[in-house]
């Protein structure tokens, strides 16, 4: 079975300023996706990227971007110019092979943007 | 075009009490499924399907039933709450290797 660790549970950073959230997995899969959730005080769960795992080239999205380390099972997520809107839940997740939809996530980290 | 919606939003129940959680989704999306999520947890598999006529178990199964007689609805049911059964409880829909989950629904058991 996989697992998701994500060992910072909180962490906050100033507005504008660059934070990184980190994610470490094992599996013994060689096909996989891997991403990042967001949830806001609203509850609702919102995709912010997605990395397959057959790339090299780490996936970004607009101020979003992660460093996905193969070798090493870690995929971090990286916020650029953080805005107080940014301020949320953040899950790491992992889904094995084409088609299974089957997402183990991690814990949580929880980001406050600060003012 | 909703995407996936979830009903009720909020419901308490008492011990004992059967209730079903009504997931729809306008996606034409084969793939549905049922999370849960504890305080302090990420999400936890509860059952899915990956089409109509299709289920099957996830992590935590136990005190759950699912039924799909249709691509766009996946009811949850609980046939007998236990306190342990509360949560939040999120509808997710998939298609392009990618999820789209429904806005949840608070569930307390007393």
Known sequence: ?115 | NAGVTQTPKFQVLKTGQSMTLQCAQDMNHEYMSWYRQDPGMGLRLIHYSVGAGITDQGEVPNGYNVSRSTTEDFPLRLLSAAPSQTSVYFCATGRNEKLFFGSGTQLSVL
Do not use: H
């Open chain 1, 1 to 115: 079975a996989q697992t998701v660790t994500q060992s910072q549970p909180e962490m906050s950073v100033q507005e504008a300023e660059t934070v990184t959230l980190s994610c470490t997995y094992d599996t013994s899969e060689n096909n996989y996706y891997l991403f990042w959730y967001k949830q806001p005080p609203s509850r609702q769960m919102i995709l912010v990227i997605r990395q397959e795992a057959y790339k090299q080239q780490n996936a970004t999205e607009n101020r979003f971007s992660v460093n996905f380390q193969k070798a090493a099972k870690s995929f971090s997520l990286k916020i650029s110019d953080s805005q107080l809107g940014d301020t949320a839940m953040y899950f790491c997740a992992f889904m094995s092979g084409a088609g299974s939809y089957q997402l183990t996530f991690g814990k949580g980290t929880k980001l406050s943007v600060i003012p």
